[in-house]
């Protein structure tokens, strides 16, 4: 395990000497980090891997089964941060930043697409649990196919799925409001420049406005051109087309999935409010997995801050805890 601070502090929020200096390598003003508001919201220890050589920042909080969280975009770790807080009494829950994502490297030139984001995660899983041990995975978002991703490569770890508004499936299309970001000059003025990808996110997404205190803690790692970069690649790599590397590797993911989980039990936690990830994706779901447990709510994309408490007691119960 390459970490740079490999001691585990659940429950710890504070920021040390390291982080402090961590954060100002990545371009984040530490006292944001330390401050009151954001460590009430996110009260957990930074800890750092080295995979594929570059550094990944992720929050490993409690004990006993473990439960991994994969994000999608423009989130990062903080989007699970109400369900860690909820679990970590039972389970040891592991939360990654993607690369270019929350508080991890953001490299400039770099392959940000879905094979690359795989194989990150799988080297993160390899550096933070012993072989061969099973999990609960969760996804949200892009977190859907890089979670899914590892899932078909590796079905013998997965012991229970859970979703929350995301798309493994080459089926479906993108948002007009989505689309506006991806135009070579365009996108990058939009996405990197205004910062309307992330910052509108945090108005958009919820059926109730989020307070501003969370909405800080939401784009806190997207603070400037730079960091926003994997944010624009992100939805650079959504496949319009039937052709390309992630096309093909999406493709393949949605052939294999329900055969290499047949066997594994499928929680889905559906917000029908999301504009994005409309109630036809969730029909794919349901498709794919007839016998999944299933349940919607008057929620937004990020599901976890309109309807949190509910859909936290759902997967208490489905992972054995209620």
């Known amino acids: 395990m390459n970490q740079d601070n490999p001691t585990r502090r659940a429950g710890d929020n504070i920021v040390t000497p390291a982080d402090r200096q961590w954060l100002r390598d990545i371009g984040i003003d530490p006292k944001a980090a330390d401050h009151e508001s954001f460590t009430r919201e996110y009260p957990f220890a930074s800890r750092r891997a080295l995979v594929n050589g570059h550094w990944l920042h992720y929050i490993d909080e409690g004990d006993g089964e473990p439960v991994v969280m994969v994000h999608g975009n423009p989130t990062w770790s903080y989007f699970y941060r109400n369900l860690v807080r909820a679990l970590r009494d039972r389970h040891r829950c592991l939360a990654i930043d993607h690369l270019g994502c929350g508080f991890s490297e953001k490299p400039q030139r770099y392959p940000y697409n879905l094979e690359h984001h795989i194989a990150n995660l799988e080297g993160w899983i390899d550096s933070v649990l012993p072989a061969g041990e099973r999990f609960t995975l969760v996804v949200h978002d892009w977190g859907g196919p890089i979670g899914c991703g590892y899932a078909v490569r590796h079905p013998e770890r997965i012991a229970r799925l859970v979703v929350l508004n995301t798309s493994a499936s080459v089926r479906g299309d993108m948002p007009l409001r989505i689309k506006l970001c991806r135009p070579p000059v365009l996108g990058p003025l939009l996405v990197r420049g205004l910062n309307g990808f992330a910052g509108l996110a945090t108005r958009l997404t919820t059926v109730r406005p989020l307070p501003k205190a969370i909405r800080d803690g939401f784009v806190m790692p997207y603070n400037n051109w730079h960091n926003r970069i994997a944010v624009q690649r992100f939805v650079d790599d959504i496949p319009l087309f039937p052709r390309g590397a992630t096309y093909a590797c999406l493709k393949d993911i949605e052939d ?67």
């Open 256 to 322: 294999r999935l329900p055969d290499a989980l047949r066997d594994v039990p499928v929680l889905v936690q559906w917000g029908m409010k999301d504009w994005c990830f409309t109630p036809y994706f969730l029909g794919i779901w349901r498709e794919r997995f007839p016998g999944a447990r299933v349940d919607e709510y008057d929620a937004g994309h990020y599901l976890l801050e309109d309807a949190g408490e509910a859909i936290t007691t759902k997967i208490r119960q489905f992972i054995g805890d209620a």
